[in-house]
């Protein structure tokens, strides 16, 4: 449905996506996600049709929307944009704002339309309010009803979370997440915070400096990161000194470790990352590290923990938090790794 293949995007000589490659399926939420001023917005922007490209090509429902010499209208590309502030309009209803964009539809079908969207977004009670009168998740419902109207073959959503408190954001995306799969759009959306995109999106893209670093599943992001870049920005963890002892042995300061599947062509001396949950509290184990930082989460207490007598190198732990440590405390813990994700030492 979407497909980007070798966009360049330029500002005033300046290039802020370089070789963006990218596919979305029928019916596929995609996801653009990093760090502020990676170029999401930008991307998004060219593909709704607001930014021209300098090279490669966008094409949606496989026709050329964008190259370097041509550039569809916004109109002819049938992609509705979804806006970070909602843009509604102020003097029109929830009805009239969600039936803006079905001028060409019937009365009868435009009521219907409108009807089920209230229907699916639950607005049905707020139907004849002003955007002024609701809160900002049911605003944000009527802007993506709104969007979702005119069927769009790809709905495109600029941080369509931040203006809500945190609470009601992972709530909200789930009920997204839902409608947009209750309708089957094809949807990319951008965010910088990657809570939201685990909840909602099928595939991400990881952004850095204007390029795409990996486009995957959440799961295989977490686990399988194939930049440094991404195993530093996607979830938490450390990563340790090691080295390769022999084919089924690493060696780090946790002790030795024997490894389920020794990747081919490891090197001798790598760093190696270590998540929150490889770390396992265990008062029988030879290894203690000693608490340098801790984060009360309810159920759970995040430790940091610094490793050996120097404290060079720090893990994070992640324990029930009945396991309750105070900073300058030392307890016992052991490594156990499920993947091996290694990197050359920085
Ligand atoms: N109109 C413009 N003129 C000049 N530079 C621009 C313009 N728009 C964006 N940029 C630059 O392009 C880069 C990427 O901006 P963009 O808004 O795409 O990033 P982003 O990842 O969406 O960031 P954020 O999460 O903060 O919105 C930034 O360095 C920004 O300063």
Redesign the pocket.
């Known amino acids: 449905m979407l497909l980007i293949q070798d966009v360049t995007i330029k500002?005033?000589d300046?290039v802020?996506n370089d070789t963006i490659n990218l596919h979305l399926a029928s019916g596929d939420i995609g996801c653009l996600l990093?760090p502020?001023?990676?170029?999401?917005?930008?991307?998004l922007r060219a593909i709704a049709g607001f930014l021209p490209i300098q090279s490669g090509v966008i094409k949606v429902r496989q026709q050329e929307v964008s190259t370097a010499t041509r550039h569809a209208d916004i109109t002819e590309r049938k992609v509705g944009v979804v806006f970070q502030d909602f843009a509604l309009f102020p003097h029109l209803t929830v009805a009239q704002n969600i039936g803006f964009g079905l001028h060409e539809l019937k009365a009868l079908e435009r009521e219907n339309r409108v009807n089920e969207l209230l229907a699916l977004t639950q607005l049905e009670e707020h139907a004849d309010k002003y955007p002024h009168t609701l809160s900002g998740g049911q605003q944000q419902r009527v802007a993506i009803a709104r969007a979702l109207a005119p069927k769009p073959d790809l709905l495109l959503l600029d941080?369509p979370f931040s203006a809500l408190d945190p609470e009601l954001r992972e709530t909200l995306a789930k009920d997204i997440k839902w409608i947009l799969k209750h309708e089957n759009v094809t949807a990319l959306l951008?965010t910088?915070d990657q809570t939201e995109a685990f909840t909602i999106a099928d595939k991400i893209a990881v952004?850095s400096n204007g390029k795409i670093e990996q486009c995957a599943s959440a799961y295989a992001l977490y686990h399988e990161p194939e930049t440094r870049f991404v195993a530093d920005f996607i979830g938490e963890g450390r990563f340790i000194r090691a080295t390769h002892v022999d084919a089924k042995t690493l060696l780090t300061q946790l002790g030795p470790f024997v490894v389920p599947e020794m990747p081919e062509n490891i090197y001798k001396e790598f760093s190696l990352l270590v998540r929150p949950d490889d770390i396992l509290h265990d008062d029988a184990s030879r290894f203690s590290a000693t608490v340098v930082d801790r984060a009360f989460r309810g159920s759970h207490i995040l430790y940091t923990l610094a490793l050996g007598d120097e404290h060079k190198e720090q893990v994070l732990c992640l324990t029930p938090s009945h396991h309750d440590h105070q900073i300058g405390e030392h307890f016992g813990i052991c490594l156990e790794l499920e993947h091996i994700i290694y990197f050359p030492n920085a």
Do not use: N
Request: glycine fraction near 18%; proline fraction near 0%; charge should be positive.
């Open positions: 500002i005033a300046k802020i990093g502020s001023g990676c170029g999401k917005t930008t991307l941080e951008v910088h952004m």
